[in-house]
T-cell receptor, first 114, second 116 residues
Framework: AQTVTQSQPEMSVQEAETVTLSCTYD???????LFWYKQPPSRQMILVIR??????QNATENRFSVNFQKAAKSFSLKISDSQLGDAAMYFC???????????FGEGTQLTVNP | DAGVIQSPRHEVTEMGQEVTLRCKPI?????LFWYRQTMMRGLELLIY????????DSGMPEDRFSAKMPNASFSTLKIQPSEPRDSAVYFC??????????????FGPGTRLTVT
């Protein structure tokens, strides 16, 4: 079974600085999708960024980018120029290409200090 | 687009009572998911439907839980009888499933269930 691990329960960053959240996963599949979701205090789950495993190029969305290392099964999220609104719980998630089920990591609580 | 709609947003009930959570997916979406979020177990998939048909209910904890999707615009998750350990936030999500694409699951605001 696929598993997703986020080894950092909590992280903090100063406003305007950069922070990287870690995620590793375990799978025997060669093709799959990876996602980062954000859950602010409102508890609404919001998609931040997605990566297709067959693509070597790392995905970017404005201040958010990923470092996808397929051989190492690592998928970290980098947030540049951190803003107070980035404070949230961040979840890494995995989905097989042929499936619908999302498998989530345990989450990382990000605090942004002014 | 109204997004995924869930009701109620909060539910407090006594042990042994029946609880029904409701979800209206985004119009045009063909997949619907029910998740449960707790501190102990994190986010876990309970069941999902494709085209109103239950595909995988392996995450449903036990027979006290049941889910239905009578049509493309409505789904319910029922707990009968409820127990204190069912206290959690229950999320409904929907997506337009296109095979072999990284389609997004859109989440509702969740229902916070408290069973006393």
């Amino acid at each position: 079974a696929q598993t997703v691990t986020q080894s950092q329960p909590e992280m903090s960053v100063q406003e305007a600085e950069t922070v990287t959240l870690s995620c590793t996963y375990d799978t025997s599949e060669s093709d799959y999708y990876l996602f980062w979701y954000k859950q602010p205090p409102s508890r609404q789950m919001i998609l931040v960024i997605r990566q297709e495993a067959y693509k070597q190029q790392n995905a970017t969305e404005n201040r958010f980018s990923v470092n996808f290392q397929k051989a190492a099964k690592s998928f970290s999220l980098k947030i540049s120029d951190s803003q107070l609104g980035d404070a949230a719980m961040y979840f890494c998630a995995y989905r097989e290409t042929s499936g619908s089920r999302l498998t989530f990591g345990e989450g990382t609580q990000l605090t942004v200090n002014p | 687009d109204a997004g995924v709609i869930q009701s109620p947003r909060h539910e407090v009930t006594e042990m042994g009572q029946e609880v029904t959570l409701r979800c209206k997916p985004i119009s045009g979406h063909n997949s619907l998911f029910w998740y449960r979020q707790t501190m102990m177990r994190g986010l876990e998939l309970l069941i999902y439907f494709n085209n109103n048909v239950p595909i995988d209910d392996s995450g449903m904890p036990e027979d006290r839980f049941s889910a239905k999707m009578p049509n493309a615009s409505f789904s319910t998750l029922k707990i009968q009888p409820s127990e204190p350990r069912d206290s959690a936030v229950y999320f409904c999500a929907s997506s337009l499933r296109v095979p072999r694409t990284p389609y997004e699951q859109y989440f509702g605001p969740g229902t916070r269930l408290t069973v006393t």
